[in-house]
């Protein structure tokens, strides 16, 4: 069974940073893109940054610029460098894959059980 496992999060000061991880396990499963997204308290989950199986990245418009998104050699993993937090980014984070590598569209999509980022002022 696949499962997405994050760790990472935590309570951090406006300016800090944290770095998300994010790992397939329980499989073979050679995810094509791989994604972050996030949800804040009364708000829909927002796309942060995605990464596909090539390496192409894109990011949400707040994060631009301060995060940064990469993958590991293997690809089963994804990682989250949030630079310059700010309290707009808290929120809990989730990790999302889809694949397998070489179908398009995908046919499975697996998420994370999310990890807490606090941001406070």
């Known amino acids: 069974q696949v499962q997405l496992v994050e760790s990472g999060g935590g309570t951090v000061q406006a300016g800090e940073s944290l770095r998300l991880s994010c790992v397939v396990s329980?499989?073979?499963?050679?995810?094509?893109?791989m994604r972050w997204y996030r949800q804040a308290p009364g708000k829909e989950r927002e796309l942060v940054a995605g990464?596909?199986?090539?390496?192409?990245?894109n990011y949400g418009d707040s994060v631009r610029g301060r995060f940064r998104i990469s993958r590991d050699n293997g690809g089963n993993g994804v990682y989250l460098q949030m630079n310059r937090l700010k309290p707009e980014d808290t929120g809990a984070y989730f990790c999302?894959?889809?694949?397998?590598?070489?179908?398009?569209?995908?046919?499975?999509?697996?998420w994370g059980q999310g990890t807490q980022v606090t941001v406070s002022s």
């Open positions: 999302n894959a889809d694949g397998p590598q070489g179908f398009d569209p995908p046919t499975k999509e697996y």
């Open positions: 329980g499989s073979d499963f050679k995810p094509n893109a």
């Open positions: 990464i596909r199986s090539g390496g192409d990245t």
